[in-house]
């Protein structure tokens, strides 16, 4: 069964470049809808069903009259307004089944925040000149399929014939995959793991998957942190198990792993249970360690690998760290609880190692508790956050919340 794939980018300057691929895509049985972002002239190369004129008033622009200023900057703010508006009004109306975008840097930078206004699972693939590095700033917290281009998109060449093939190849694969899921229908609960946590959060898996749950695990790198509150926003999760809240000390502090502000709101602002854990805030998360900041000498530190550096965090810092938490507990709209391990918070932080400080520990704790509201349980639990019997309590206690 045909599908259609919307071809999104810059016709004007990029025409052959989409008629080239346009062409792959109809040739293995599926139709195509064209919208085209370019403002510096029309394609006569194939037919535009959405075009630019129509994309920047979307953008509250005027077509004619950002031609005639000349401004690309202005240009391309309106554009990838407008783009984003017509994208997710076409998905609404079920207008296509598959997204494919080519562009340079400019071209992505309108591209590439349309794809992240789709829904997770629709297939999405930008070729693009800076897919080959820090893709972030393009891809966010979306499954975009990035490709390197290799060559600039500027026409069809032995090389870029070879790329737009492979990439017309990829988006017609995804489409005919067949998707049909097993367990689609079990409630999903999301949890927080670091390499340090993990004996914790996997035994919490297994446990939750045996009761008939489905459990998502995302690493708190930042990026994971990020990606499991969006996953709450957008409704997917029933509960949350957040063993590993690590991202705030890097927030705090400076590190790599920071997953911002947010972290720990989107829950609350569901009003889905959470049960927070202060997994991993023992540690601060950088690179090598010429990365550390001057400002950190003399810290204790932990070279993980040779790309990871862990700082242990003080008293202080703890402190802090566990206010914002209690802050974060008592805004929530739903059921939330605490689980303190008061024999360490990771690997490292237990009796012996390097970031055991029941000192540090305590800081939070009392911070946790003193800035918390009453009416929100916390549980001092004394067990090691990886011992067996921990993982059995935060299992307990996260479906006694959702229960609730």
């Known amino acids: 069964m045909s599908k259609t794939i919307l071809l999104i980018g810059s016709f004007d ?3 052959e470049d989409y008629a080239f691929v346009r062409e792959r895509i109809l040739a293995r049985g599926h139709e195509v809808l064209t919208l085209d ?6 394609t006569n190369l194939f037919l535009v069903d959405v075009g630019a004129a129509a994309v920047a008033a979307a953008g509250g622009g005027n077509l004619a009259a950002l031609r005639a200023k000349g401004d690309r900057g202005e240009a391309m703010k309106v554009m990838c307004r407008g783009a984003e508006v017509v994208i997710a009004r076409l998905h609404a109306n079920s207008r296509f089944d598959a997204v494919l975008g080519l562009g340079g840097s400019g071209g992505a930078s309108v591209i ?3 794809m992240r206004a789709l829904p997770l699972g629709l297939p999405k693939i930008l070729v693009s000149t800076v897919a080959s590095g820090d893709t972030s700033p393009y891809v966010g917290l979306a499954d975009i399929t990035m ?6 998109v500027a026409g069809v060449n032995r090389i870029s014939e070879t790329i737009y093939t492979a990439a017309a190849g990829a988006i017609c694969g ?3 995959m067949d998707y049909s899921a097993t367990g689609t229908s079990r409630p999903i609960i999301a949890a927080s793991m670091f390499g340090q946590t993990t004996p914790c959060v996997t035994r919490c898996r297994d446990t939750l998957t045996a009761e008939g749950y489905e459990v998502l695990v995302f690493h708190g790198s930042g990026t994971g942190g990020r990606t499991m509150e969006r996953m709450v926003e957008q409704g997917y999760v029933a509960g949350v198990l957040d063993i590993t809240t690590t991202e705030w000390a890097d927030e705090l502090c400076g590190g790599a792993f920071s997953a911002g502000p947010d972290r720990l709101t989107a829950p609350g602002r569901a009003g889905i249970a959470h049960l927070i854990v202060p997994g991993c805030v023992d540690m601060v ?3 090598p360690p010429e990365t550390v ?3 950190y000498a003399g810290r204790i530190l932990y070279e993980s690998k040779p790309t990871v550096t862990l700082m242990r965090t003080t008293p202080e ?3 802090r760290i566990g206010t914002i938490f209690a802050e974060k507990a008592n805004a929530a709209l739903g059921k939330v609880a605490f689980l303190l391990p008061l024999q360490g918070l990771s690997v490292l932080d237990s009796d012996g190692g390097p970031f055991w400080s029941p000192e540090a520990d305590g800081a939070l704790f009392d911070a946790i508790k003193a800035s918390l509201h009453p009416s929100i349980p916390v549980v001092e639990f004394d067990a090691h956050i990886n011992d067996e019997v921990f993982s059995q309590k935060a299992v307990a206690m996260l479906l006694e919340l959702m229960a609730e």
């Open 13 to 15: 300057t990029k025409g």
């Open 37 to 42: 972002t370019g403002v510096l002239g029309e």
């Open 112 to 114: 590439a925040p349309a």
């Open 147 to 152: 490709i390197p281009s290799v060559v600039d």
């Open 174 to 176: 995804m489409l005919e």
């Open 285 to 287: 998360n950088f690179g």
């Open 293 to 295: 900041p001057e400002r």
């Open 317 to 319: 810092e703890n402190a």
